[in-house]
């Protein structure tokens, strides 16, 4: 794999970095404070072609992959207004559809995923499934041709805005008994598809939503892809989610970063800059190596996954998404350390931050969980459950 990124890569990263500041932390900062979401952002990077980078040339995309689309998001985090849909509607579940959606179904949502007029939010987290896939209660059964969806999903992220979630459930398998899981388009408006807003601590434009699905009843073309693939077309989704996660995280970091760098050098203590002193100079410099050790497995995860090798993309992945998060609460924290009592203010918009950083060691899986799976599938260490 390429270590140093191609012109394309850098001239991708330069033209989103000039978009992210035209917008800024402050635009975000203000969407979010009158309860929208930053649809003017949205607009313009979808008319400029970056929603769908990664999504096929053949269906209104860019043709690239998951290692355009973490550029984008990294750099717009990087001028401080990341876009989380990005992880869940051209990530997720674009990356889902275009790999195993059928031709309708590709017709139906790619071109409008891509040009940003429809999005779609994934809901697969349950209240007593937490990080486990394999204990998912979400269920459908067959009725005639149709599917009837029964089940409940917390922290979906962004409901209200989207025209359908991609949503996991479980469908029995004839043969054995057993519940094997599999993907459902069920649009907004759906009878029976309920959603209820979280009261989140957070300061973010895009809400995280309940679901309750009561005998949703859905098509049979609400299917996605085979019946009998449904976790490989899961995980489908889920390692390009883990690398945008990283990306997520990268960016924040690096913009957290900037404003204590810009601080330590403007800020003066006794006749010199405060980024002169060694015990100021020497974490922000450990915070920077961190973020750029996190963003070469980041692109190690995205370039194996473009490559096709889900197992390789699978633990790198992984990885990426949790040196990312550790590397993004450290910079944040150092970040506000370095302002002192400035990086508690409104006016420098920091303090936020450190709430927003938690949530990439949380979701979507936390870092106990990646630990579980380093240990185990790379190390080969035994099972504790």
């Given at each position: 794999?390429?270590?140093?990124?191609?012109?394309?890569?850098?001239?991708?990263?330069?033209?989103?970095?000039?978009?992210?500041?035209?917008?800024?932390?402050?635009?975000?900062?203000?969407?979010?404070?009158?309860?929208?979401?930053?649809?003017?952002?949205?607009?313009?990077?979808?008319?400029?072609?970056?929603?769908?980078?990664?999504?096929?040339?053949?269906?209104?995309?860019?043709?690239?992959?998951?290692?355009?689309?973490?550029?984008?998001?990294?750099?717009?985090?990087?001028?401080?207004?990341?876009?989380?849909?990005?992880?869940?509607?051209?990530?997720?579940?674009?990356?889902?559809?275009?790999?195993?959606?059928?031709?309708?179904?590709?017709?139906?949502?790619?071109?409008?995923?891509?040009?940003?007029?429809?999005?779609?939010?994934?809901?697969?987290?349950?209240?007593?499934?937490?990080?486990?896939?394999?204990?998912?209660?979400?269920?459908?059964?067959?009725?005639?041709?149709?599917?009837?969806?029964?089940?409940?999903?917390?922290?979906?992220?962004?409901?209200?805005?989207?025209?359908?979630?991609?949503?996991?459930?479980?469908?029995?398998?004839?043969?054995?008994?057993?519940?094997?899981?599999?993907?459902?388009?069920?649009?907004?408006?759906?009878?029976?598809?309920?959603?209820?807003?979280?009261?989140?601590?957070?300061?973010?434009?895009?809400?995280?939503?309940?679901?309750?699905?009561?005998?949703?009843?859905?098509?049979?073309?609400?299917?996605?892809?085979?019946?009998?693939?449904?976790?490989?077309?899961?995980?489908?989704?889920?390692?390009?989610?883990?690398?945008?996660?990283?990306?997520?995280?990268?960016?924040?970091?690096?913009?957290?970063?900037?404003?204590?760098?810009?601080?330590?050098?403007?800020?003066?203590?006794?006749?010199?800059?405060?980024?002169?002193?060694?015990?100021?100079?020497?974490?922000?410099?450990?915070?920077?190596?961190d973020l750029e050790l996190a963003r070469l497995m980041t692109q190690k995860a995205a370039h194996l996954y473009d490559a096709g090798d889900d197992t390789g993309a699978g633990?790198?992945?992984?990885?990426?998404?949790?040196?990312?998060?550790?590397?993004?609460?450290?910079?944040?924290?150092?970040?506000?350390?370095?302002?002192?009592?400035?990086?508690?203010?409104?006016?420098?918009?920091?303090?936020?931050?450190?709430?927003?950083?938690?949530?990439?060691?949380?979701?979507?899986?936390?870092?106990?969980?990646?630990?579980?799976?380093?240990?185990?599938?790379?190390?080969?260490?035994?099972?504790?459950?």
């Amino acid at each position: 794999m390429p270590v140093i990124e191609t012109e394309e890569h850098k001239a991708l990263r330069a033209a989103v970095a000039a978009l992210g500041g035209k917008y800024g932390r402050a635009y975000l900062t203000r969407t979010a404070a009158e309860g929208r979401h930053p649809h003017e952002l949205w607009s313009e990077a979808a008319g400029l072609g970056y929603l769908g980078v990664n999504l096929p040339e053949a269906h209104g995309g860019g043709g690239g992959g998951i290692s355009e689309l973490s550029i984008v998001l990294e750099e717009l985090g990087a001028a401080g207004c990341p876009l989380l849909m990005l992880i869940v509607s051209p990530a997720i579940c674009g990356t889902v559809l275009a790999r195993f959606g059928t031709e309708a179904q590709k017709q139906q949502w790619l071109p409008a995923l891509a040009d940003g007029t429809r999005t779609m939010a994934f809901g697969i987290t349950e209240p007593d499934a937490g990080s486990n896939s394999h204990r998912i209660t979400t269920t459908a059964r067959r009725d005639g041709t149709d599917w009837l969806l029964t089940g409940r999903k917390v922290f979906v992220s962004g409901v209200d805005i989207a025209d359908a979630t991609l949503i996991v459930g479980r469908t029995q398998d004839a043969r054995t008994g057993r519940l094997k899981p599999c993907l459902f388009i069920v649009p907004r408006d759906t009878e029976g598809f309920r959603r209820r807003p979280i009261d989140m601590e957070l300061n973010a434009a895009e809400k995280q939503f309940e679901l309750v699905l009561d005998d949703v009843r859905l098509p049979a073309d609400a299917l996605v892809g085979d019946e009998d693939a449904g976790l490989l077309q899961l995980f489908a989704g889920l390692n390009p989610e883990r690398v945008m996660t990283a990306a997520f995280a990268i960016g924040m970091g690096r913009y957290a970063l900037a404003r204590a760098v810009e601080y330590a050098r403007e800020r003066t203590v006794w006749d010199a800059p405060i980024g002169a002193h060694q015990a100021i100079a020497h974490p922000l410099a450990q915070a920077h190596i961190d973020l750029e050790l996190a963003r070469l497995m980041t692109q190690k995860a995205a370039h194996l996954y473009d490559a096709g090798d889900d197992t390789g993309a699978g633990e790198a992945a992984n990885m990426a998404k949790y040196a990312a998060a550790e590397a993004c609460v450290k910079a944040v924290d150092q970040a506000v350390h370095t302002l002192g009592g400035n990086g508690l203010t409104r006016e420098f918009g920091l303090a936020s931050l450190i709430t927003a950083a938690r949530v990439s060691r949380i979701a979507p899986v936390s870092r106990e969980m990646i630990l579980n799976y380093v240990s185990h599938q790379t190390l080969g260490l035994p099972k504790s459950y």
